[in-house]
């Protein structure tokens, strides 16, 4: 009986194994990914916009024929969000979900970005590929840290980055005598974290991607957001290395059509975990010079919040002593 069963379960495996590799309904991206004691098999589309697309109208032409007999009612998707349109503009988010005749429209924020908001990348910092990169993002960080009373998000791109600027701050603020309390993704799950932070007031979090959204941090507890580099996404991933060939073959530049709007969304994703209501102020630091020595830099920071810009530590301290009135004279670089 044992055997028979296990004779089955191979059968099943041996099937699926087969119609992941030859399956043909979709252009689909496949990977292994190969662990301690498991073989992982992978398979998404290469787009998902045709059939986004198809599921969108196959529901309106279902809603159209179920209220054939209302006359005048008509059905729609709505889709919301404060961070997918890139400077006001959906197009990148319309062309990857197949809707580009559908019709948008983009509102101002009702924060008052120029006055409770700063953004701040440091000088001298050395590039992000740099072996001392993520010492020179603590280095230039602890300054800002001690200006802002802690209250701080470290936002790294990768664990390895994450866990080694963890402990250079755990070596500084010891050395230094600083009081603030220093907590590290993983020590906890996000929801602790978060209450920890929130409950400690003066904290400073180390993390990485999986606190770049959905986390909501209002009031003072939360006064200064570092993000190490610009958030471009691998190019060994298997799903973007398949989607830029794509773009390639087709004669299209798959840098400026696909990893730098994307770059653009999770960068404004980043930020936003700053400014939550109308009452916050803070400072976003972003340590990869990139930001203002390449030529699409501009295109990333018109989406992000429109804040006053400073590459001078002396601008901000002086923004956290600064009251309402002086924090708009601050000088827009």
Known sequence: EGLKNCAERAGELAERIEAWRTDATEALVRWAEVHARSL?????????????????????????????????????????????????????????????????????????????????????????????????????????????????????????AMRH????????????????????????????????????????????????EGVDVRGDALSVVVIDKLPFAPPDDPVLAARLAALKSAGRNAFTELQLPEAALLLKQGAGRLIRDERDRGALVICDPRLVTRPYGARLVAALPPMRRTRDLDVVEGFFGMDETERAGVVEL
């Open 40 to 160: 992982t098999l992978n398979a998404t589309p290469l787009s998902i916009a045709e059939i986004f697309r198809r599921e969108v109208d196959e529901s309106v032409r279902d809603d159209a024929h179920e209220d054939a007999d209302q006359e005048g009612r008509t059905r729609a998707w709505i889709l919301t969000s404060a961070t997918l349109a890139v400077d006001g503009d959906f197009s990148h988010f319309k062309r990857l979900m197949g809707l580009e005749d559908a019709e948008s429209a983009s509102w101002g924020s009702p924060f008052d970005y120029p006055a409770n908001g700063l953004l701040y990348v440091p000088r001298g910092l050395p590039e992000p590929n740099s072996t001392a990169h993520t010492d020179a993002v603590v280095d230039a960080a602890l300054p800002v840290i001690r200006a802002s009373g802690g209250r701080a998000f470290l936002l790294f791109t990768t664990l390895r």
């Open 165 to 212: 600027a963890h402990a250079r701050l755990q070596d500084a603020f010891e050395s230094k005598d600083l009081p603030y309390p220093l907590l590290l993704q993983g020590q906890g799950s996000r929801t602790e974290l978060l209450e920890r932070f929130r409950r400690l007031g003066n904290a400073v979090l180390v993390a990485s991607a999986s606190f770049w």
